[in-house]
């Protein structure tokens, strides 16, 4: 075999040469690490812990010809500790999810869910000033559909396109 390796750099003999591969996998992940450079707490798209113990819940926004639906997975969170508001064009949902019990003569090993406060602000394409939103909880899922206003909701117009002959 030749002197280069399909495996990755972490697999592979420390004091081996970087190939052009290894450069263009650095560059990549460069890219996708600064991706979100500039945008306030990026861990919230992710729907990922915090370092300061809360988390964000992963939500998935939708829009029919009549509607936006917000749907959020809030599991083990019970629902008088959710909070939803709606000022101007941003939804709020926010609450706290506590931990089941505490013990400190514990050493953990691995923690991996999430506890503590956590906020998740989605900005509406439209104002829904005069909508009245619905939204229901059931079995660690959030539910909220908000009704277009009419100029939202108006038809799509196909463009004919002519040719520049």
Do not use: C
């Not at 439209?126 to 959030?142: I, N, Q, Y």
């Not at 799509?156 to 002519?162: E, M, Y």
Request: no cysteine; aromatic share 8%; net charge negative.
């Amino acid at each position: 075999m030749s002197g280069s390796s399909l495996l990755p750099p972490f697999r592979r003999d420390p004091t081996a040469v970087e190939t052009t591969f290894d450069r263009l996998q650095k560059e990549v992940s460069r890219v996708f690490d600064h991706f979100s450079h500039g945008f306030p707490m990026p861990e919230m798209a992710k729907g990922e812990a915090f370092p300061f113990g809360g988390f964000a819940p992963k939500v998935d926004v939708t829009e029919t010809d009549s509607q936006l639906e917000i749907t959020a997975e809030l599991p083990g969170v019970p629902e008088d500790a959710i909070h939803v508001s709606l000022i101007d064009k941003m939804l709020t949902i926010k609450g706290e999810k506590k931990s089941d019990s505490e013990n400190k003569n514990k050493d953990y090993h691995v923690l991996e869910r999430s506890y503590g406060m956590f906020q998740r602000v989605i900005q509406l394409p439209f104002d829904p000033s005069d909508a009245e939103p619905d939204a229901t909880f059931r079995e660690g899922v959030l539910h909220i559909t908000i009704a277009k206003p009419p100029e939202a909701t108006a038809k799509t117009r196909r463009i004919k396109i002519k040719s520049a002959d």
